[in-house]
């Protein structure tokens, strides 16, 4: 999963691009780049780390350009790190830079076609290639044959991708695949027109919310302003449920609905699955379920408590490679407020239960002090691994996967019990049309051949060995 931000206006635009990625830091902590056309070359600034690491008041000021894009990386593929980060470019033959967020099923064939070009292990260089080709297809470069290269990659792409791009001296380019299953949206201010993978990088670099970008559509802008819309290969739209669910900022608005406001109404349909409860208090597992637990708290006319503390300060490279060493990374990341847990039956939520690890943990720590413990999830069981990128590729490390019912699952978590939102509650819940639920159901948006899967699942377990995993 990655968060993208392209912006074009009136005077240089990486302060912009800059705020814009601090606004989606959440949405990848591992590298972070920012690309800028400055009407004759591309000015490229990228580091490993948080934006603010690896961006200074200096370097910012040398990546001079009207339009510009930038990225912030967590991998879902690739391994090499330093050759993984984006934005990536190209000078020939024409300028592009271009920055991705999702992930490309049949990147492994056309892996094979580039193979002499590529030098990371990042899909993102190799859509990259395959659009730059596309484009060199067509000797007058302008808008007509940008849209023709766009038309041309989607139909040769099988995964998900929000892309945005600077073509070089033509303008800033912004497209979505065909089922818009990640996120991308477009404001405004004034003449100057930015886009990103969450609403809340606008309101960061002070742009007005316009709309989302539609399944298969791209948006082209020229120096000056001048917007080209076309939709270009439109299928059903499978937006990925996990945006609300988990990923995206709760002040964050996608595909018109407000986040914050579908976790509330996750947390009031959870409710209704749970038929009688004796709990206490309902508390959250910090942070992304906290609006979940009080619209949860308030269905169910229970006292919602501050349970559990977060430490902020612990990003995932904090992970520990022994059990000790694990345990006490979450004795600094989490804490339970004792006077609240001690001695009380606790309600509790979380977003999801992917591999359970963390949940079993923190399963433990909170039964050190309450009497008893129910974990209710605000999503339903995930049973099948995401091809789209969300870091679950891999279906025997999840443990609704693996455990034969949900019993199963309670018992590998040491709770005393425990609730799943339904498929129907989750859908009822966000109201958005048009859902991709592939890991709560198997029904994916794209034909994924067995042995490509197999074969992604292999890539993707040999390079976690390397760089780890979010989801614990
Ligand atoms: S499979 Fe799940 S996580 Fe992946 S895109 Fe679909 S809904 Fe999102």
Redesign the pocket.
Known sequence: MCGIVGVIGQDNVALDIYQGLLAVQHRGQDSAGIACFDKVRINLKKGLGLVSEVFTEDNLSRLSGKAGIGHVRYATAGSTPLLDMSPFVVDIPHAIAFAHNGNTVNYLDWEQVFRERIQSCCDSEILLHLFSDKLSQDKHLDVASVFDAVLSFMKDVNG?YSIVAVVERLGLLAFRDPHA?RPLVMGKRGNDVAFASESAALDAMGFELVRDLLPGEAVFVEPGGIIHEKVLLPKAPRH???EWVYFSRPDSVLEGKSVYETRIALGKQLAKAIERSDADLVMAVPDTSRPAAAGLAEELGKPLAEGMIKNRYIGRTFIMPTQEGRERAMRVKLNTVKSVVKGKHVLMVDDSIVRGTTARRIVKLVKKDAKTLHLASTCPPIK?P?F???DFPIPSELVAATEKDEDGVRKKLGADALTYQSLDGLKKALGVKG??????DGD?PTEIPVDVRKKLEAVRANERKKVGSAYV
Do not use: E, K, P, Q
């Open positions: 998900s299953n990925c449920m996990f099948y995401c789209y990128g969300i859902l991709c639920t592939a890991c709560l994916y």
